[in-house]
């Protein structure tokens, strides 16, 4: 059996506030409170499992089908529900779902962010009809042995299914020309089962940002020997670690060079513009860098994917802003993080875990941060033991007991990178190395150009020559002197400028915490876009990409 998808992308009727009106499917928009997005269908006369499929909504979601709630779900991550006794066959079918996109106290995010955080259906909706049973998804995990020269291979496959029914699963690697490998194995389906097949390659070409090879990995269902159902990925082979306080990409040392990029289009919408993610990705490894971090919430898979293409590391995160000591919140935080994973799991350009980003409270003794941290990379690890896990520390810390502090969250979780947003001076700098750990690599996930505070950066006008001159004095001054080339220990292992783009920040004066730069911005004509980027919001180039591009020509990938 095939499958069928009814694809329910186009316009839907959407209720708010006394307000109705005719909106296309995906959207994004500013946030209202609640809207009723409604979508009336007829439902063919196929044969099957049928199941109502979202790739992402912004910022959770109640949905009913024909008056039957069906569940609720947050932002971002992908999810479905097996609606076979709903569906209506022979009549219309009407769905609606309720959305809740303004940010609370116990959302994920909370609060007010430092991004423009629009609500919305941003994603496809779509009904499939699909085979009993049918592949939920399937993850490859990667073990290499004799200096690479074999993989050893676990291929774990999700299926769903009713009735008990036993079906031959089949997984097969290929290239261009052959199949390189074929494996079976036999289960029984009675609801969400995984089964695992194990093999092993030799000879393979490895991945890496010069060579982004890439293989196609298909799984397939076979029901006394008929196939009923296939799913297809590309994957590619290579292993990304950490040895001591550096990085390590197929055995060689490697320095990240990177950028952080919003999953925005058009300004600050979360629909995706795949005309610019090719286009950004391309920019991007144009400009010499070979990471990006996708901040600050799961992005639209198109981008992953295009990154396994032409060959960029990335590290994804949830949007774990938020409250830790809230159970409602961890909960939810722990239930994104493990879709993420689950979604982008075969991704080769994907190195690093991210679990959160300015969890409150911020500091690196705080219990409630501790057990978070705890329970995520226990959760990441379960799921995917070949990737790094880390956490983003936001805090603005550079005094020496500040970051041992930092650090110590790593000893008591198991998190594998210090990751530091770095908005300091040459002499924060100097202080702050002082305490970088000598067993695991220091990841400078955001820098700007002056100021730990921040708000030296919006305090004057932030001309395109201020911002080369800047980026160019702090990087060859104060960066690169603790790169590993120049410095045997308290190096840097990486680099992350912020941000690709400048990043729209309407919600900057409702952070009593960050008010002065608020009232700032304001004065400088610089409110509702944070202007560091590198690129302007229309994605026309600055003089700063240009600069950014000489200073990552001229560091060496691996040192």
């Not at 030799?202 to 020997?225: A, F, M, T």
């Amino acid at each position: 059996m095939i499958r069928r998808r009814l694809l329910l992308n186009g316009m839907w009727t959407l209720k708010w506030d006394g307000y109705e009106e005719k909106r296309y499917v995906p959207y994004s928009r500013p946030p209202v409170g609640v809207t009723i997005c409604e979508k009336p269908f007829f439902y063919p006369e196929w044969q099957g499992i049928v199941r109502l499929c979202f790739d992402g909504i912004v910022n959770e979601a109640e949905v009913k089908l024909n008056g039957k709630t069906l569940g609720r779900h947050w932002a971002f991550t992908p999810f479905w529900f097996d609606i076979t006794p709903l569906v209506k066959h022979s009549d219309i079918n009407k769905l609606e779902v309720k959305l809740y996109d303004r940010l609370g106290e116990d959302t994920v995010p909370t609060g007010a962010v430092c991004w423009s955080h629009n609500g919305g259906i941003i994603r496809d909706v779509y009904v499939e009809c699909c085979s009993n049973p049918f592949i939920e998804n399937f993850f490859l995990q990667q073990f290499f042995k004799d200096g690479f020269k074999r993989v050893d291979c676990v291929l774990k496959v999700r299926l769903y299914g009713k009735g008990g029914k036993k079906v031959s699963v089949r997984g097969s690697v290929e290239d261009e020309e052959e199949t390189l490998k074929e494996v079976e194995g036999e289960v029984r389906v009675d609801g969400h089962v995984e089964t695992t097949l194990r093999f092993s390659l030799s000879g393979i070409e490895l991945w890496s940002p010069e060579n982004p090879r890439l293989y196609e990995l298909k799984v397939h269902i076979l029901d006394n020997g008929e196939e009923i159902d296939s799913l297809k990925s590309k994957i590619g082979f290579r292993e990304f670690k950490t040895d001591g306080n550096r990085f390590k990409l197929n055995g060689r040392k490697i320095f990240l060079k990177g950028v952080c990029r919003h999953d925005f289009y058009n300004g600050d919408s979360f629909v995706v513009d795949k005309h610019i993610v090719e286009e950004d990705l391309r920019a991007i490894k144009e400009m010499n860098a070979n990471y990006v971090r996708l901040v600050h919430y799961p992005p639209h898979p198109m981008v992953p994917a295009m990154a396994d293409e032409i060959g960029l590391l990335v590290s994804e995160e949830i949007p774990a802003w938020a409250d830790t000591r809230k159970p409602k919140i961890v909960k939810t935080c722990l239930s994104m993080l493990k879709e993420l994973v689950e979604r982008d799991y075969n991704h080769p350009s994907i190195v690093m875990w991210f679990t959160g980003n300015a969890a409150q409270p911020e500091r690196g003794s705080d219990p409630n941060l501790i057990a978070y941290n705890q329970k995520a990379v226990a959760l990441v690890k379960n799921l995917d033991p070949t990737r790094i896990v880390s956490y983003v520390n936001d805090n603005d810390l550079h005094d020496v007991e500040g970051v041992k502090e930092d650090v110590s969250l790593l000893r008591k979780t198991g998190l594998q990178v210090y990751c530091k947003n770095a908005y300091w001076s040459k002499e924060e700098l100097d202080e702050a190395a002082q305490a970088f750990p000598a067993d695991l690599p220091t990841l400078i996930t955001e820098w700007g150009v002056i100021g730990s505070n921040r708000t030296d950066v919006l305090s004057q006008r932030f001309t395109e020559d201020v911002q080369a001159q800047l980026i160019s004095e702090y990087f060859k001054s104060g960066l690169s002197s603790y790169f590993p080339n120049k410095k045997p220990k308290n190096v840097i292992s990486g680099v992350c400028y912020w941000a690709w783009t400048d990043t729209p920040w309407p919600d900057l004066e409702k952070d009593a915490d960050i008010k002065i730069i608020a009232e700032v911005a304001k004065r400088f004509d610089l409110y509702l876009n944070f202007a560091t980027g590198l690129l302007y919001l229309d994605r026309v180039k600055k003089k700063a990409y240009y600069v950014m591009k000489q200073l990552y020509g001229s560091t060496p990938n691996y040192m």
